[in-house]
């Protein structure tokens, strides 16, 4: 009878001790997960923008060229990226019209939000701003006496120039080439030089018109005259004319657009 009752009070014994184990256990993972929640950081606003970035089209943040920071938009939309993705580019290209900041900008852009019209459009604007060769333009046909246009020619230092409108003639008389320009431009560039294999003697001049008017000029280059940079403001001008008397070349010619 003794022994029955030690064996009943010996089994209450086991099953308040195991009992109190569990309660113990679940206590001690209450409290480890309890310090894992309070410990645990927020997630960043860095974070947030790497993951929004990180896509299949682009992993790189717009670089803000001003500051040499990522962009970090506000707005976690395509409205709200394509907003400050323009102004970042408008920001850029407000520095001296720096549109090849501006394209890049938007080119990263597109990247996110290739088909976006707001994005398309600036980019169209920025390229307007893009240096234009005058030799992608076909001349006017009017006139006997063309300049020729030369590719890989040489000046007297020795100088290539990948093309150039060169005057070739032998006889002592103007030669030139107009363009159909549309006041698209505001300015024109070039290289004046001397041609390879030219006579010594006589003087050269160059001209550029204007619809008529004088633009550029300048005379008396010689055998001896190294290569000098020609620029002329060209805003508003249709027919462009450009005249050369004499064994020379202008090289490199270009028409920009500088003015918003």
């Given at each position: 009878?003794?022994?029955?009752?030690?064996n009943?009070i010996?089994?209450?014994?086991?099953?308040?001790?195991?009992i109190?184990a569990?309660i113990?256990?679940?206590?001690?993972?209450?409290?480890?997960?309890s310090?894992?929640?309070?410990e645990?950081p927020n997630?960043?606003?860095?974070?947030?923008?790497?993951?929004?970035f990180a896509?299949?089209?682009s992993?790189?943040?717009i670089?803000?060229?001003s500051?040499g920071?990522n962009?970090a938009?506000?707005?976690?939309?395509?409205?709200?990226?394509?907003?400050?993705?323009i102004e970042?580019?408008?920001?850029?290209f407000?520095?001296?019209?720096?549109?090849?900041?501006?394209?890049?900008?938007?080119?990263?852009?597109?990247?996110?939000f290739p088909v976006d019209?707001d994005?398309?459009?600036k980019?169209?604007?920025y390229?307007?701003f893009?240096p234009?060769s005058i030799?992608?333009?076909?001349?006017n046909?009017q006139?006997?006496?063309?300049?020729?246009v030369?590719?890989?020619?040489?000046?007297?230092?020795g100088?290539?120039y990948?093309k150039?409108l060169?005057?070739?003639?032998s006889?002592?008389?103007?030669?030139?080439l107009?363009?159909d320009?549309?006041?698209?431009?505001?300015?024109l560039?070039?290289?004046?030089a001397?041609t390879?294999?030219t006579?010594?003697?006589?003087?050269r001049?160059?001209?550029?018109y204007?619809?008529g008017l004088?633009?550029?000029?300048?005379?008396d280059?010689?055998?001896?005259t190294?290569?000098?940079?020609?620029?002329?403001?060209?805003t508003g001008?249709t027919?462009?004319?450009i005249?050369?008397?004499?064994?020379?070349?202008f090289?490199?010619?270009?028409l920009?657009?500088?003015v918003?």
């Amino acid at each position: 009878m003794k022994n029955k009752k030690f064996n009943i009070i010996r089994d209450i014994v086991i099953i308040i001790s195991s009992i109190a184990a569990t309660i113990g256990v679940l206590i001690a993972y209450a409290e480890y997960k309890s310090k894992n929640i309070n410990e645990k950081p927020n997630i960043s606003i860095e974070e947030k923008e790497k993951s929004f970035f990180a896509t299949d089209n682009s992993n790189t943040p717009i670089e803000t060229f001003s500051t040499g920071d990522n962009l970090a938009p506000t707005n976690y939309d395509e409205k709200g990226y394509v907003n400050e993705a323009i102004e970042q580019a408008e920001t850029a290209f407000a520095n001296n019209c720096d549109y090849e900041s501006a394209l890049k900008i938007i080119k990263q852009a597109q990247q996110r939000f290739p088909v976006d019209t707001d994005l398309k459009e600036k980019e169209e604007y920025y390229k307007l701003f893009i240096p234009v060769s005058i030799f992608t333009i076909t001349p006017n046909p009017q006139g006997s006496a063309k300049l020729s246009v030369y590719q890989n020619e040489k000046d007297t230092m020795g100088n290539n120039y990948e093309k150039s409108l060169v005057y070739d003639a032998s006889w002592d008389r103007a030669m030139s080439l107009t363009y159909d320009i549309e006041k698209k431009y505001n300015l024109l560039t070039g290289i004046g030089a001397i041609t390879r294999n030219t006579d010594v003697i006589h003087s050269r001049c160059i001209k550029i018109y204007g619809d008529g008017l004088l633009l550029y000029s300048k005379a008396d280059i010689t055998y001896e005259t190294k290569p000098f940079t020609i620029s002329a403001d060209i805003t508003g001008v249709t027919d462009l004319k450009i005249e050369i008397n004499g064994q020379m070349m202008f090289a490199n010619i270009e028409l920009q657009r500088t003015v918003k």
